[in-house]
Structures are given as structure tokens and as C-alpha cells.
């Protein structure tokens, strides 16, 4: 089957950095994808990767290895803003985007 | 670029009210949309892909004729839940995608929460 692995809910600090992994079985591979999604909110998209290594984008980093089944996702700087939910969503081989529950990230002042 | 936007953001009625849902692509020409359901603190569920100038495309366990799709042109998707009950309450959420971008991401419109009395 196809399933997505991540933490449910993590908490950091105001400034600090947190990285939020995620794991994966999907029936093919053509990349994947990190959505941000505010309570209430529909997702907005974050980042691609389709090659291993880090693809970086202002204060916010994805990771993927595909030899694992692994992917990361690195916020720097945090701010309150970015107090959300995480979807990391890879592509099947069907170009359909798989979809967890995501990761619900608190940021304390 | 990549704008998608949706129409009711809110819907409240009563049951057995059919709601008609839209999603258009402002800036590009979608061939695919694709439509969402979320219930609250669950992921996102795939309902159905609509391909415009053809039938869409449903999930297991969506009824058809239920949900309504219709995907005229190339940048309006319509969603039809017809004869809502209190169970169809949810978070409607449409995407689509633009051909023109190389990694093809899902750009998603503000959604669309459907709430039946």
C-alpha cells in the first residue's frame, strides 16, 4: 500500500529552526511535494523535489532521499506566522499526490 | 502566477439543497482540476480528477451521481453535491495544475466549507 509517516504535532521556539521528517511508501516515485496549510485553510505549496539532496527556498529547506523513502522539511528563523500544519505529499507513479494527516508545528514565543 | 480561485468560500443550508462549488484557474489553462474533501484534523481525501472536455474521474466510495463535476472549459470546474445531508458537511477544496510550470504543483483555491443543517 501507500502511506506517508509523520510526526503529528511538534513545537518550537520563536527564532529557532525545526526540521520535520517524513517518510514514505508510494507505488512509483515522481517526486514530492511540501504544502503548507493554516487551520482553516486550504494547503499552499512550499517546495518539489524529484532529485536526492536539498533544495532551498528563502528560510525554508526540503530534502529528499529516495533510496529511503525520506524527506525533510527545514524552517529557519522561525516565525509565528508559520505556526501550521506540514503535508508532505509524494507523486505515485499515476501522478497522483498522496496525501498524510501532515504535521501540526507550534511556535511558542 | 498559478491563481486559483474558489466560489462560495462558505455555504450554510438546509438539508436537501443541492450547492454548486466553482474553481477556476485565473492565470493558466488547467486540463486537470481536481477535487478535495477534508474533515477536520484529517488529511486531505481526493473525491475525484476532472479532465476538461471529458467525464471525471471518481475515487472509490465517491458516488457520481452524488457529486456532480463538470469541467467545461479550460479554466472552470464545477462541483455539484446534490441533495446535501448533515454527513456532507466538510471542507470542500479544489486544485489544479498548471502545465506551463516544469514540477507541476498542485495550486489549491481558498476552498469552499459546506456546512448542511
Known amino acids: 500500500g501507500q502511506n506517508i509517516d509523520q510526526p503529528t504535532e511538534m513545537t518550537a521556539t520563536e527564532g529557532a529552526i525545526v526540521q520535520i521528517n517524513c517518510t514514505y511508501q508510494?507505488?512509483?516515485?515522481?517526486?514530492l511535494f511540501w504544502y503548507q496549510q493554516h487551520a482553516g485553510e486550504a494547503p499552499t505549496f512550499l517546495s518539489y523535489?524529484?532529485l536526492d539532496g536539498l533544495e532551498e527556498k528563502g528560510r525554508f529547506s526540503s530534502f529528499l532521499s529516495r533510496s529511503k523513502g525520506y524527506s525533510y522539511l527545514l524552517l529557519k528563523e522561525l516565525q509565528m506566522k508559520d505556526s501550521a500544519s506540514y503535508l508532505c505529499a509524494p507523486m505515485d507513479s499515476n501522478y497522483q499526490l498522496i496525501w498524510g494527516a501532515g504535521t501540526k508545528l507550534i511556535i511558542k514565543p | 502566477g498559478a491563481v486559483v480561485s474558489q466560489h462560495p468560500s462558505r455555504v450554510i443550508c438546509k438539508s436537501g439543497t443541492s450547492v454548486k462549488i466553482e474553481c477556476r484557474s485565473l492565470?493558466?489553462?488547467?486540463?486537470?482540476m481536481f477535487w478535495y474533501r477534508q474533515f477536520p484534523k484529517q488529511s486531505l481525501m481526493l473525491m475525484a480528477t476532472s479532465n476538461e472536455g471529458s467525464k471525471a474521474t471518481y475515487e472509490q466510495g465517491v458516488e457520481k451521481d452524488k457529486f456532480l463535476i463538470n469541467h467545461a472549459s479550460l479554466t472552470l470546474s464545477t462541483l455539484t453535491v446534490t441533495s446535501a445531508h448533515p454527513e456532507d458537511s466538510s471542507f470542500y477544496i479544489c486544485?489544479?495544475?498548471?502545465?506551463?510550470?516544469?514540477?507541476?504543483?498542485?495550486?489549491f483555491g481558498d476552498g469552499t466549507r459546506l456546512s448542511i443543517l
Open positions: 523535489n524529484v
Open positions: 492565470d493558466f489553462q488547467a486540463t486537470t
Open positions: 486544485s489544479a495544475v498548471n502545465p506551463g510550470e516544469g514540477n507541476q504543483p498542485q495550486h
Open positions: 508510494t507505488s512509483g516515485f515522481n517526486g
